[in-house]
């Protein structure tokens, strides 16, 4: 699809018996044939899709992260139980272990743990609605585009380049929207995936390798030594 240009490919299985395909695929056979295509004498459209996250946070046994207070399990978390290359089948088994595991924690704590101090009003008085709330849902697409064209499954220096140039505009304009309008949920949403989506493109930038599921064209071999990809909060940096 990369290398056409096209919107996607197709699969077929109009090979095998109309009987074998329903048995054995009957929700896919339905839900085909509700979108018009009869999966038994016709080919598929498909695409890829991204559907996990391969860890990312570190936690302790209890799910418990570096943030005081802040709990991760699933996919978002790095427990380092499955290894690095983790797919979703075990991360919901990790959803269950380390989420009773946090949940218990949390309730031992409960007690012990201070009231929040008072926090000031929302002052409002110099923002405005947005007339252009749009924006937000375009740039949110924006963002998705070009984060699957040039830092998904393979990637090339210059397609990290393109995407880096791309998301610091996106901040910027973030960051302006965010100074002079009302904040809305998906306002903050956009600004964290935008913040997430170059950390990435500066951690993948950084790496001069291939390695699990970091593949460049660039650099295809393994560095001799593997190298730490725990990212560190620098004071005055973050």
């Known amino acids: 699809m990369k290398r056409l240009g096209c919107d996607c490919v197709f699969l077929d299985i109009s090979h095998k018996p109309a009987r074998f395909t329903k048995e054995h695929f009957p929700n896919i056979y339905h839900r085909c044939l509700e979108l018009g295509y009869d999966i038994t004498n016709q080919p598929i459209p498909v695409v890829p899709a991204a559907h996990y996250t391969c860890g990312g946070v570190i936690t302790d046994r209890h799910g418990q992260t570096d943030v005081e207070g802040l709990y991760a399990a699933g996919e978002v978390a790095f ?4 290894g690095a290359n983790r797919m979703a089948s075990n991360s919901l088994l ?23 101090p008072p926090l000031p009003a929302w002052d409002e008085s110099r923002v405005t609605d947005s007339d252009e709330e749009v924006v937000v849902s375009h740039n949110w697409d924006e963002l998705r585009r070009f984060l699957w064209d040039y830092v998904g499954i393979v990637r ?26 009302r904040v809305s949920n998906d306002l903050v949403e956009l600004r964290n995936l935008t ?5 990435i493109i500066r951690s993948a930038q950084l790496r001069h390798e291939s390695r699990g599921l970091h593949y460049t064209l660039d650099y295809p071999e393994k560095s001799p030594k593997a190298q730490n990809t725990v990212l560190t909060p620098q004071i005055g940096n973050w």
């Open 195 to 199: 913040e997430v989506a170059d950390l």
């Open 94 to 116: 990790e959803c269950l272990v380390f989420a009773h595991s946090a949940s218990l924690d949390i309730l031992a704590q409960l007690t012990e743990i201070p009231p929040h």
């Open 156 to 181: 090339t220096t210059k397609r990290l380049q393109r995407a880096k140039r791309r998301v610091d505009l996106l901040r910027s304009e973030i960051h302006e929207y965010y100074s002079n309008f």
């Open 79 to 82: 427990t380092g139980l499955h």
